[in-house]
């Protein structure tokens, strides 16, 4: 299982940026997929999950401005941050707990992308 992520760079406080992360290899279900950051110094945090029931679930510190969505047909995840401030400044990773093999024997586990960064200037 690969999760390959998009979508970081750099902006003014008050910009906007959107992260992508497809899953490939042999998924069977993808049960809960979504996005943790860390920012220097401090330990990895969540920041949106949604799992396979469309439910999601927000970190404090982003509800009201960050949106997390999935296409189940791309196995890919989506978070579009808006009214970013400085301190949303962090390496973002995607996570997925998936279940892989095939329909009549399969493993569940968690997996990590690469991270992207995103920085916010004020």
């Known amino acids: 299982v690969q999760l390959q992520a998009s979508g970081g760079g750099l902006v003014q406080a008050g910009g906007s940026l959107r992260l992508s992360c497809a899953a490939s290899?042999?998924?069977?279900?993808?049960?809960?997929i979504g996005w943790y950051r860390q920012a220097p110094g401090m330990q990895r945090e969540l920041v949106a999950t949604i799992n396979i029931g469309g439910v999601t679930n927000y970190g404090d510190s982003v509800k009201g401005r960050f949106t997390i969505s999935r296409d189940n047909a791309k196995s890919t995840v989506y978070l579009q941050m808006n009214s970013l401030k400085p301190e949303d400044t962090a390496v973002y990773y995607c996570y997925a707990d998936v279940d892989f093999g095939s329909l009549y024997e399969r493993t569940r586990g968690d997996y990590w992308g690469q991270g992207t960064q995103v920085t916010v200037s004020s």
């Open positions: 290899g042999s998924i069977v279900t993808i049960n809960r």
